[in-house]
């Protein structure tokens, strides 16, 4: 069975930092690029960072988050992580992992966890 199980998320204020993780299990996580989304409230989910795989090599981040936030993986922890720096409170939302594969096909989805930016 397929999970994602986010963590590391919290309520911080402004210029603060965060560091989201994301650990997978019942797939071959090495073989799956990893993608960090984020839905604010009223807001429609927006892509914040992706990295490829096996070995991270290849990272794309959305504009507004270049600079600051970071993602990486280990694939011996079948984990991959946000380090989230210089937060302002736009980045307020619920943060989502995203397993993804075209073949085998593959697109899981974690349950979130909430970031907070506020004085």
């Known amino acids: 069975q397929v999970e994602l199980v986010e963590s590391g998320g919290g309520l911080v204020q402004p210029g603060g930092s965060l560091r989201l993780s994301c650990t997978a299990s019942?797939?071959?996580?090495?073989?799956?690029?990893m993608r960090w989304y984020r839905q604010a409230p009223g807001k429609e989910r927006e892509f914040v960072a992706t990295?490829?795989?096996?070995?991270?090599?290849?990272?794309t981040y959305a504009g507004s988050v270049k600079g600051r936030f970071t993602i990486s993986r280990d694939n011996t922890q079948n984990t991959v992580y946000l380090q989230m720096n210089s937060l302002k409170p736009e980045d307020t939302a619920m943060y989502y992992c995203n397993a993804h594969r075209p073949f085998p096909r593959l697109d899981a989805w974690g349950q979130g966890t909430q970031v907070t930016i506020s004085s």
């Open positions: 990295i490829s795989a096996p070995d991270g090599s290849t990272k």
């Open positions: 019942g797939f071959t996580f090495k073989t799956s690029g």
